[in-house]
C-alpha cells in the first residue's frame, strides 16, 4: 500500500516496459463514472432484494407461509437444513490400485497442462482484448473494446452452463444456503473482474501480475475483519517480502515512454479495488462453506448472481447491445471473447480437480509458477520491457509465495493448524 502512495507522489514512476494510454473520449467514459452507473445497475437488484429478506424474516413466513411461491422463497431466503442422509462428501479421494507414483504423476501432468494452458491463454487473450484495437487497416485506426462488464458477463454466462451442467451429471450435497447469501460473493466478485479489466487500459500487464500475487496482504486483512482470524509470525514476514518485492518493481524505471501520472494513479487505484473486492470475496466464501456445499455448487450460486446482477446493469444502461454489435462487427474479438470465457470456465474445474487430488500447496505452486510465465509471455508478445531492478522485484515476490508454501507445509508436518489457503472458488 504505501508504494501506491510513493507512486502516486512520484510522476516518473510506473512498471516497467509501455502502458496503453487510454484517455477518455468524454467525462461519461471516465472509470470512476462507469463505476458508479454499474453501481448504481446492481444497486436496483440489492436493495429491493434487501428489503424482501428482511419482510419475509420478519413475518416469519417460513412458517406461515403457503401458496406457488413458497418453495422458492423458501429457497432463497431461509435455506434447506441439510440431513445426515443427504450429505455427500465434498472431495472424495478414492484409493485404487490406479494409485501408483506414476500414476500421480501422470495425474500431475494433466492438471498442471490443464492449469498452464487454460490460464495463459485467459492472460494473453485478457490483453488483447482490452489493450489493442479490432479492425485495423491501412487507412483506419480500428476500434477498442471499452466495457469490461460485457467481459464480465460473457465469462459469468459459460460458466453458470459449465457448473449447472456439471451439477446435473454429477451428484451433489443437498443445498441447504439460503440463495440470497451468495450475492454479496457475487457482488464484490463482479467489481473485482471488472477492476481487473478496466485496470488494463491504464498499467501493463506484468504489473497487475505482481499486484495479484500480492494480494495475500489485504486477503488477511480481511480475515481478521470478516472472520477474525489470527496469523503465524512468519505470514507477516512473509507478506512484507511480497510488499518489498512489488515495490522493487513499480519503481524500476525503464527506457520506454509511458503514459502520465494521472493514467498510472487511475490503474493503481483500480488494482486496488481489484484486491479489495476479491479479498472480501474469498473471505465471504470461505464463510459459506460451512453449509457444507461443493465447490462447483458455490460457482453455480455465485455466478448465477453474477449473471443477474450484470444482465441488469447492462440493459439499463444500453450496453449489451451494443456490445452485441460489436462483435458482430468483428469476428475476431467475438472469437477472442469466447475463447476467454472457455478458459475462465475450463480452468475452474482443474483448480476444483487438482485441490482434490493433490491439495491446496501443490495448486499453490502451480499458480505461481503460472504468474512467472504469464509476465514472461506477455513481455515476448508485447513488447513489455523489465528492468534489472524489477526482476529481482518479481524474483522476490515468487520467493515469498514459495517460501508460504513450504512453511504451510511444515507446520501441517508437525501437527499444527496452518491457516487456510484463499478460497479458489473464484480465481479469475
Known sequence: ???????????????????????????????????????????????????????????????????????????????NEPKASDEVPLAPRTETVETTPTWQALKLLFCTLGLQVFYLTWGVLQERVMTRSYGATATSPGERFTDSQFLVLMNRVLALIVAGLYCLLCKQPRHGAPMYRYSFASLSNVLSSWCQYEALKFISFPTQVLAKASKVIPVMLMGKLVSRRSYEHWEYLTAGLISIGVSMFLLSSGPEPRSSPATTLSGLILLAGYIAFDSFTSNWQDALFAYKMSSVQMMFGVNFFSCLFTVISLLQQGALLEGTRFMG??????????????CSACGQLFI????????????????????????????????????????????VVFAALLLRVYARGRLKQRGKKAVPIESPVQKV
Open 1 to 79: 500500500w504505501w508504494a501506491v502512495v510513493v507512486l502516486a507522489a512520484l510522476p516518473s514512476l510506473g512498471a516497467g516496459g509501455e502502458t496503453p494510454e487510454a484517455p477518455p473520449e468524454s467525462w461519461t467514459q471516465l472509470w470512476f463514472f462507469r463505476f458508479l452507473v454499474n453501481a448504481a445497475g446492481y444497486a436496483t437488484f440489492m436493495v429491493p432484494g434487501y428489503f424482501l429478506v428482511h419482510y419475509f424474516r420478519r413475518k416469519n413466513y417460513l412458517e406461515t407461509g403457503r401458496g406457488l411461491c413458497y418453495p422458492l422463497v423458501k429457497a432463497c431466503v431461509f435455506g
Open 329 to 342: 462487427r468483428h469476428s475476431e474479438f467475438a472469437a477472442h471473447a469466447l475463447l476467454l470465457s472457455v
Open 352 to 395: 476444483f480437480y487438482t485441490i482434490g487430488q493433490f491439495g491446496a500447496a501443490v495448486f499453490t505452486i502451480i499458480m505461481t509458477l503460472r504468474q512467472a510465465i504469464a509476465i514472461l509471455l506477455s513481455c515476448l508478445l508485447y513488447g513489455h520491457t523489465v528492468t534489472v531492478v524489477g526482476g529481482l522485484g518479481v524474483a
